[in-house]
Structure formats: C-alpha cells, structure tokens
C-alpha cells in the first residue's frame, strides 16, 4: 500500500536510549531489541504521512569501536576515530533500516529506507578545536589513563566522578555534503537514516578536497544543519524525559510546553540547561528555527505521538502567536 504524505518533512533525531537500552548488557541482540522497540513509536509518524530523515546517537557504539582498537592495538590496524564513527554509522544504521524494513512490511506500507554514511563539513579553524569537550571511549583510573594519555597522546580528564576518559574536540557543523542526495530520496517519500553520532567530521581541502578529522560532531546540532538543508519543516528531538524543564532535578522545577526560541535562548543564557546534556538540544532547536523551521519538539520516544499532537513533550516555535 503506497501511504499518503501529508506535505510535512521531518527530521526525527533518535537518542542513545532508543538503541543501548540502559541497565542492559549492551549486546547487538539488545540493541535489535530495543531499537524495534523505538521505531514502533516511529512508525506512528510514518502512517500519518511524513517524509522523513532519521538521525541517531552512537556514543557506547563508538566507545566500542574505539576499544576494540584498544585490544588490537600491535595486532590490526590502528583506526582513527573517524573511521569508527563511519562503520557505526554503517553497523547502526543496518539495525535501523531493517528495523524499520519490517515494520513497514508488517503494516503493509509501501516505503523504501536507505542509509547514508554522511560526512559533515565542519571549519578547521574553529575555535572549538582547541576545547576537547567530548568523552569518548571506555572509563579508566586515573593511572590507567596517565598510561594511555602519554602512550597514544591523548587528551584526557574526569567524567563527572565515574572515572577518567579521552576527550576529543567537537567543532560546529556547516553543511551536509550529502544532503542534496538525502533530500531528493526524502522528497520521493523514502525514509533516510542519516548522521548517525553527528557524521563523519571533513573539512576542506585546496578548494575542494575533503579532509577527515579526528573530532565528533554532536547529533543534535548536525540533525538541526540536516533539517536546515533537506528543507524540513519539523525537528523531533527524542531524548531520554518527557519534556524539557528548567531548574530540572531542583525543588522549583517547572516544565516547559511550548516556548519561542528567543525564551529557550534566555533560558539557555541562564544556564538551565547543561553542556553534558539538555543544551545541545535546546540550542539545535534555536538554530532551527532561526534558519527557518516551523517547529521543533523535544520529548520521549514513548510520547512522540501525543507531542505531535500537542499534548506531550516540549514545542519551541518562532512566535506563540
């Protein structure tokens, strides 16, 4: 059965809960497990009729990756951390797409999906280069790590009381080199799975040749540049809460139905929303709207469906009039 599509366009951006279920053995069965668990939720936006791009996070994906390096390191070839990102994109993208292939057969909905392996054009002299902000990679005491820093020549500090890690800068996306591709496949109704942990980092070269970095872009910001450039109207940010609030965890907590992007700019000014976990998203939403889009939601999986709906989650929009 070939679906209508209702006109809209999304760009939906899956969390790191929506494939690593947490609290679980993080195992290729569970992660099947739990991501056709997440796209039932997704289907839901698929029989109303979207055109749509998909995004996702692969950070204990990546990590993974970089261990096995780790363990293979004088055994196997030495990868660098974009390549890692790379074959996540590849590996995770598989366990969506085939997900996705055989909810939309159970259903009987005719609908292609794809996956690309994206690279995203980011400025080598961004300043952000020089602030390494992004752990990557496994835990380790502090000797431990004092031992892999100066052999390997990594950066490293502690992440939050848990241990210490490697981190890695994460410049600020500019431009989807594949995005006209995606957008023609999005356009003629297929759902694309795309910058999966933000796309592969490539800068430019003499004019026009890509370059890759060592560096992670984060999901949100590049799903926002994505949504910019395929001409969505919507950004759907799923993420591991119901809503966005301020003051979130404190006494005076207040959560947040729907706001205009300059408030979510002033509350992100105001520091209620962290670096390590709600601000990303909130200023990728800002972007969007700034560049155009129509809408943005920020929500659970669970409650995609009555947030489009408007009766869940956090909408950020240009003007509540």
């Known amino acids: 059965m070939k679906p209508k599509l209702n006109g809209k366009t999304a760009v939906v951006a899956l969390g790191g809960n929506a494939i690593s279920p947490k609290g679980q053995e993080d195992s290729i069965a569970n992660q099947f497990r739990r991501t056709r668990e997440s796209l039932r939720e997704i289907m839901k936006l698929i029989k109303v009729g979207y055109r749509m791009a998909i995004t996702h996070g692969n950070g204990p994906q990546v990590g993974n990756a970089l261990l096995r390096v780790e363990l293979a ?17 590849g590996g995770m993208g598989y366990m969506i797409e085939q997900s996705l292939q055989n909810g939309l057969k159970s259903a009987a909905i005719d609908r292609e999906v794809v996956t690309i392996v994206t690279q995203v054009v980011v400025d080598p002299g961004d300043p952000l280069f020089d602030k390494y902000t992004k752990f990557v990679g496994q835990f380790y005491s502090e000797e431990e790590i004092k031992n892999l820093a100066k052999k390997n020549g990594w950066k490293v500090k502690e992440d939050s009381g848990r241990g210490w890690r490697r981190v890695v800068p994460s410049p ?15 356009d003629d109704g297929t759902v694309v799975i795309a910058a999966g942990g933000g796309g592969v980092p490539v800068y430019i070269e003499n004019g026009n040749i890509f370059e890759g970095v060592d560096a992670v872009i984060d999901k949100d910001l590049a799903s926002a540049v994505l949504a910019k450039e395929i001409g ?24 947040l139905d729907c706001v205009t992007a300059d408030q979510a700019h002033e509350y992100l000014h105001q520091e209620h929303f962290p670096y390590g976990s709600m601000g990303p998203k909130v200023k990728a939403a800002i972007n969007f709207i700034e560049w155009g889009g129509k809408k943005v939601i920020i929500t659970s999986i669970e409650k995609v469906e009555e947030a489009i709906q408007g009766r869940a989650g956090t909408t950020i929009v240009r003007s509540l009039q």
């Open 73 to 89: 390191r004088g055994k196997a070839p030495i990868l660098p951390l974009g390549i890692c990102v790379a074959d996540t994109e």
């Open 172 to 186: 600020k996306p500019l431009h989807i080199v594949n995005a006209n591709a995606i957008k023609k496949l999005v």
């Open 232 to 255: 969505a109207e919507e950004l759907i940010i799923l993420t591991d809460i119901d809503q966005v609030a301020l003051n979130y965890g404190k006494p005076e907590q207040k959560w």
